[in-house]
Each structure stands twice: as C-alpha cells, then as structure tokens.
C-alpha cells in the first residue's frame, strides 16, 4: 500500500486550551507535519487573540476568501511554517452560538470544499480529523501503526485525555456520556460508552 503522510485538521471557535498540546501530541506520536485550523471568531477581542497566540506572526499575510454562507464570513486563510511542521489557519467570522449541529456541519463541508478547491488535499495525505481535546493514543503506538498501515481499515477505541506538553503525562477524561453508559448498567467493558475512530487509508476521512 502507498505510504500515506498523515495530516491533523482539528476545529474551534475563540479559544482552545489544548492548542499547543495538540500540535506537540500529533507532532510527536503521529509525525504530522500538516496542520489544518478552522477556527471561528465572535467579535475582534476574539480575532486579535486568535492571531496573537495560536498564528504568531505579523508578518505573514492572508489570503481572503471571496465566500460566505448564513454562519460564515470574512474567512482568511493564514499559511505558516515553523518548526518543521506547515500549519494552515482558515479564520471566519461566525455567531456566537449555533442551534444545532446541523449548522455547524455547514461550516465544516465548507471548509472541507475550500481544502480541496485550494488544492491542500493530496492523495497520498490522510487525514485525522478530531476535536482539539481528542488525542489518539495506544501504549502501543507502533503495533497500532502496523495495523493500521498492513489492513488499510483499522478501527481505534479511545476515550478524550485531557492536555500535557508531555506525552507522558497524557491523563484519561471521564466524559460524561462515559458515565452515563455506566450507570445504565453497561458494563464498563462494552463498546456503548466507547468512542472510537475509524481509520480509511483507502480514502480521506
């Protein structure tokens, strides 16, 4: 099978306190060297703060977007490379809330639509699509790989950790709909409390 190169695409709105964690995790454990952000903003105290702490660079500019749908506008796309990783920020104005989340899957095929038009999409990339609080991991990483890599389908159960700079220190996080599977007197064993990924080499997720 094609070597494939692994991709991380993650999204937020305003604030993420697991930005740095992600990028230093799916750096180390995965060797993502692309990074993908659709990061919504409410009001410019927001977009300032955004660029300031996540992109770092004044001196890079972006390349605006002539595209905007009822939850996005003014979307600019950021393309910056440090440390020997690229990181792509598409930056939108959105509401401050959405009702449901059927509206905010239209932001994500939008974006999705603007990788492939702008032509981020490679065929030998795979993309591992997660919350910025979701983080992949095995105490085997390198059987897991093999597996993943020798099936070309691989599914992956995990339960969300909660952000270390160290991989090391990666702790679980009971999510309450863990909790709520429990005490419906699902053994804790069953795959119903369970989160899980599933990875498609043969196409991207």
């Not at 230093?24 to 659709?38: A, D, G, R, S």
């Not at 093999?146 to 009971?174: A, M, P, R």
């Not at 309450?176 to 899980?196: F, L, M, Q, R, V």
Request: glycine share 2%; charged share 25%; aromatic share 22%.
């Amino acid at each position: 099978m094609e070597e494939k190169n692994y991709n991380a695409i993650t999204y937020f709105k305003n604030y993420s306190p697991t930005f740095f964690s992600f990028l230093n995790f799916y750096t180390e454990i995965w060797n993502c060297k692309q990074f993908f952000f659709l990061i919504g903003y409410t009001d410019k105290t927001n977009y300032d703060y955004i660029k300031n702490t996540y992109i770092e660079n004044d001196s890079v500019r972006s390349m605006r977007v002539n595209y905007k749908n009822k939850y996005m506008e003014n979307i600019e796309i950021y393309n910056i490379h440090k440390n020997n990783r690229n990181c792509i920020f598409i930056l939108y104005e959105t509401v401050p809330f959405f009702n449901s989340p059927t509206e905010f899957n239209v932001v994500k095929i939008a974006f999705y639509k603007l990788l492939i038009k702008l032509q981020y999409m490679k065929k030998t990339d795979f993309f591992i699509t997660v919350d910025d609080d979701e983080f992949l991991y095995s105490s085997n990483m390198k059987y897991l790989k093999e597996q993943i890599k020798s099936s070309g389908k691989y599914t992956f159960h995990f339960i969300e950790s909660y952000q270390s700079d160290k991989v090391e220190k990666l702790k679980f996080c009971l999510q309450p709909w863990y909790y709520n599977a429990y005490h419906g007197k699902k053994t804790p064993y069953a795959y119903h409390p369970c989160k899980t990924y599933l990875f498609d080499l043969n196409k991207n997720k």
